[in-house]
């Protein structure tokens, strides 16, 4: 799986990130973004190939549009988790929409990361909400996001997600989670790269002080 790497290699702080062409044409101003508020990091951008396939935990039918979605994510997992193998580092795995989702899953999956940051994920995903809460959170932080305006949508699966990370947050909160829930302005699609960037800033101060 193609990957490119940004900022300092030495770093014992390191993100991971699902990322497709259009996060790479804003991964320069996400990585000065994150640098400005939280310098001393190394972030490794994962490309995606298929995105609804390579990022979904299973399968599930179209939500807009007239693709469905795969069930990719577990063999994207296993192709991430070589660049967390050393354990003298510290980890936290984030992305944007989709693989925000995909971040917040794999966080349940696997004890590599330490922190998840999910900027503004897909959390309408069918079946995600009973997912979360028969499965254990195994990062010790968690940091969501959403712009105010996405769940103001004709789409009623999409609509539903402000109240799914309302209580994702709650739920997570409940279960010890270092977990946060910050509220964006602007729609879906309004700078996901600095939102990103957002996220990634708190994972790295909360993994100043060592795993856990």
């Not at 044409?25 to 508020?37: D, G, H």
């Not at 580092?89 to 990361?113: K, N, Q, V």
């Not at 968690?142 to 009623?156: A, K, Q």
């Amino acid at each position: 799986m193609q990957h490119f790497t940004y900022g300092d290699p030495a770093s014992d702080r390191v993100l991971i990130q699902p990322v497709d062409a259009h996060d790479l044409a804003l991964i320069e101003r996400e990585t000065a973004a994150i640098a400005e508020r939280t310098p001393g990091f190394f972030l490794i951008a994962v490309r995606i190939d298929d995105w609804n396939r390579d990022l979904s935990p299973w399968t599930a039918p179209p939500v807009f549009g007239s693709e469905p979605f795969g069930s990719g994510a577990r063999d994207t997992l296993d192709a991430i988790l070589p660049l967390c193998a050393d354990r003298s580092r510290r980890y936290c795995i984030g992305g944007y929409s989709l693989a925000g989702l995909f971040a917040l899953w794999a966080a349940h999956e696997t004890d590599a990361f330490d922190a998840v940051a999910a900027a503004s994920p897909s959390m309408w995903f069918p079946g995600f909400s009973d997912y979360l809460r028969t499965h254990p959170i195994r990062a010790a932080h968690v940091y969501l996001s959403l712009g105010d305006r996405e769940e103001r949508t004709r789409n009623p699966v999409m609509a539903t997600v402000g109240a799914r990370m309302q209580e994702a947050h709650e739920y997570l909160c409940s279960c010890g989670a270092d977990c946060v829930f910050e509220w964006n302005a602007g729609n879906h699609f309004k700078d996901p790269d600095l939102r990103t960037a957002k996220g990634f800033s708190w994972a790295l101060e909360r993994m100043k002080n060592g795993r856990g």
